[in-house]
């Protein structure tokens, strides 16, 4: 099988030269593409150094439309799986393997690697850790089905989860409504353990006021995504699609 690490980065120049050591290191023979949203300091220059692929992005699109274009690459350019890690080395390379493994094997098509089940390492700050359990608390509420670590953004999916991706993808924030829209699609998803670490060079984007805001603007997509499912099961019948037709005699 065909693998991609797709690596987001956003002014990450003191992340990702060693980000990208630990992939190389593992000798994983996946590919890797750095997905530079436009950053203002060297980090595109630093990846290609050490012979990083890297698409440069000429605008800020944000952390939704940066790894929309990663998973365009690998759509087309037909690639089996795709693994997504952040830029700011909070995600531990050690754990890739362990994200593709249930893929391949066929348990699953996304797997999302959760710093919650095992609850060691390094689990957030308090403010970020209420917004995680706040989402866990609606997904489940909604659709029946519990994940522990909602906004991890470490996770890995199949070819059919990358062709639903490369179509579309949440601009801002997009982990737990693409967790919610890829349920309703009938995906299997599952979580596994994994540690993450605290980012050791540069700022996050997400400040505590826009923590608010996220919870806010994610809340409402992902209740217009359960109300669109909602809408196909009015309109459908025994699995088959039901047009109304208007009588304007």
Request: net charge positive.
């Amino acid at each position: 099988m065909r693998g991609l690490i797709i690596i987001p980065a956003f002014n990450e120049a003191e992340n990702i030269i060693a980000l990208l050591k630990k992939i190389n290191a593992l000798c994983l023979n996946l590919e890797i593409i750095v997905i530079n949203d436009a950053s203002e300091d060297n980090t595109a220059a630093l990846a290609r150094s050490i012979g990083a692929k890297v698409i440069d992005i000429p605008i800020n699109l944000g952390i939704g439309g940066a790894v929309q274009t990663g998973y365009l690459y690998a759509y087309y350019n037909d690639y089996d799986v795709a693994v997504q890690v952040d830029g700011d080395g909070q995600h531990d390379p050690l754990y890739i393997q362990n994200l593709i493994t249930p893929i391949i094997s066929g348990q699953a098509d996304m797997v999302v690697g959760s710093r919650f089940i095992e609850c060691t390492g390094f689990q957030s700050t308090s403010l970020r850790r209420f917004g995680i359990k706040y989402f866990e608390k609606l997904i489940f509420l909604l659709t029946k089905k519990r994940f522990s670590d909602p906004t991890s953004g470490f996770r890995a999916c199949n070819k059919q989860v990358i062709a639903n991706f490369a179509k579309y993808y949440p601009d801002d924030y997009p982990e737990p409504e693409t967790l919610v829209t890829i349920n309703r699609k009938g995906f299997r998803i599952i979580e596994i353990p994994v540690i993450m670490k605290e980012r050791e060079g540069g700022q996050s984007s997400i400040k505590s006021i826009k923590t608010v805001y996220y919870m806010l603007k994610v809340t409402l997509a992902i209740l217009m995504d359960v109300f669109k499912k909602n809408d196909e099961k009015r309109y459908s019948y025994h699995g088959t699609k039901v047009t109304a037709i208007s009588n304007n005699n």
